[in-house]
C-alpha cells in the first residue's frame, strides 16, 4: 500500500518559475506558432468522431480538417480529401486517442499522412493504471493510498481491505476511454463480488477520496513541459450517465476558484509528470486527473491522448494570445525545441460542457446536428446556428456536438456533447446539474421516448 506524499516543486526553464500571480495558462505565442506551422505542415487531418475540437482551433486556418475516424465509430472514411493549398507540402494526421486500437495508424498508412503520435511504448504504460504507478512515484506525486490486487492466486476479498478505509474504488489496469473499468466499493462486504467480476485482471483497490476531481491539460516538448489549463472533472454524475466512474465533462477554472496552494501544486504535479513523460520520449499532449485532498492534490491517472476538455483549453487559449493546443502538440511532435513559453495569470472564461449518455439500451432516431441552439421554455429548439465559436455563445445558447449515430445505443453510450460559457454544475464532488443542464439534458433524453 502506498500513502499520499505532497507533491514537490521541480527544477524547470526559467518560464516556470513561481509569479507573483498564479499562472492560469501558459503556451507559445499564437503569432509564432502559427508562423511555424504554416512553414511545417501543408494539411492536418484531425481523426475523431466528431469535428468539437477541431472546431475550437483559433484563428481557423485552411491547413486543418476533421475526418471521422474513432474506434467509437464503425465505419471509416476510404477517401482523403486534400486541404485546400496543401500541394505537395506535408500531410499529417493527428488522433484523438491513437493508442486505443489501430484506426488511427490505418487510415494514416491507408492516406499517407504522418501520424504524430507519442512511441507506443510509454503511451501505453502512462495509460496503464496499475504500470503508470513506477512512473508516478519517478514524478515524485501524491497518489491515493492503494493496494494490488493479483489477476490469479488471490487471497480472500477481506485481505485487501486495509483497516480504516470506509469506501473504496476499483480499477482494471486497462480502464477504457470513458470509464468502465472503474467501480466504486461502498463496503468491505461487496469487495468479494466485485473481484469476481473481474477475475483473471489485475486490478488496483484505492482509498476512495470523497473531494472534488481535477484535470490539468498540459504539453511535452523535446525540452520542456508546458502547462495549460486547470479544470473542474465531472465525474460519475447520476443526472448524466449511469457509470459510477464515466467522465461526464469540464468546467475550467481560474486560480481564484481554488485556494492559491492548491491550484499551483495542481500545475506544479502536471509538470512533473510531463517531464518524465519526457524523459521516457513521450512527446505532445496529456491530461492529469487529480483528486482534491485538503490543498494537497492526488493524482489518480495520467491520460495520454487528447481529451474532450481540450476543446475549452483552446477557447481559452485563444482569447490570451496563446497557440491552441493542438498546434502545440504538432510541434512538441516536430519540432527538437519549443519556442519560449509565455504565461498569463488571466482569469479563464467559464466555458464547462457536460456528456449526456444513454440511461439505457434503447435507439435513437435523430440527433441534433452539430451547432449552435437556443432552449425555449415549450421544448422547441432554435437552431442550428453554423458558427461554433466557443468564446462567442450568448448566455441562452449553447453548442451540440452528437457523439453517437442514429440506431441502437446501450446504458452508458455518450449521446451528445453540450457545451456552454456558463458554469453548468457547481464546483464540489459529484455536483447536480444547474437549471441549463438540466433542461438540456432532459431535452436529449427524449430522443430516446425517456420523458426525464
Known sequence: MHSGQPATASATAPEDTAAESPTALEGVAADQGLALLDDLVGEVAFLDRSAFLPASFRPAVNWLRHVPVSPLLTARPTVARQSPGAGTRPRMAVAFAPEHGDHARVWARQHRHQLLAAPAGITERAADKIDSLALLAEAGVAVPDHVLIPATGRRPAAAYWPTGWEQAVLQRRENNLIGRGTVLVPVPGLLAEALDRWEGHELKLSRLVPGPSLTVSACVGADRTVVSAV???????????????????????????????????????????????????????????????????????????????????????????????????????????????????????????????????????????????????????????????LSGLAADTVLLWPHADPGPVHAGDELVLVQARERLCPLTARPALGPRAHAWTKHIRTLLGDPA
Open 231 to 389: 479544470s473542474h472533472q465531472l465525474v460519475g454524475l447520476p443526472d448524466l450517465t449511469p457509470g459510477w466512474g464515466t467522465h461526464c465533462g469540464n468546467q475550467l477554472l481560474s486560480p481564484s476558484d481554488l485556494p492559491a496552494p492548491l491550484y499551483t501544486r495542481a500545475r506544479e504535479a502536471t509538470r512533473q509528470v510531463g517531464e518524465v513523460l519526457r524523459r521516457h520520449g513521450f512527446r505532445g499532449v496529456f491530461g492529469l486527473d487529480l483528486l482534491i485532498n485538503g490543498e494537497q492534490p492526488l493524482v489518480v491517472e495520467i491520460n495520454p491522448r487528447f481529451q474532450t476538455v481540450l476543446s475549452l483549453v483552446q477557447a481559452a487559449e485563444a482569447a490570451v494570445g496563446l497557440l491552441p493546443s493542438l498546434g502545440l502538440h504538432i510541434l512538441a511532435c516536430l519540432l527538437p525545441a519549443l519556442p519560449p513559453v509565455h504565461r498569463s495569470a488571466h482569469p479563464v472564461p467559464p466555458l464547462s460542457q457536460i456528456i449526456v449518455h444513454a440511461p439505457r439500451y434503447g435507439h435513437v432516431g435523430t440527433l441534433p446536428h452539430p451547432g449552435r441552439y437556443r432552449l425555449f421554455e415549450d421544448g422547441t429548439l432554435d437552431g442550428p446556428s453554423p458558427d461554433t465559436t
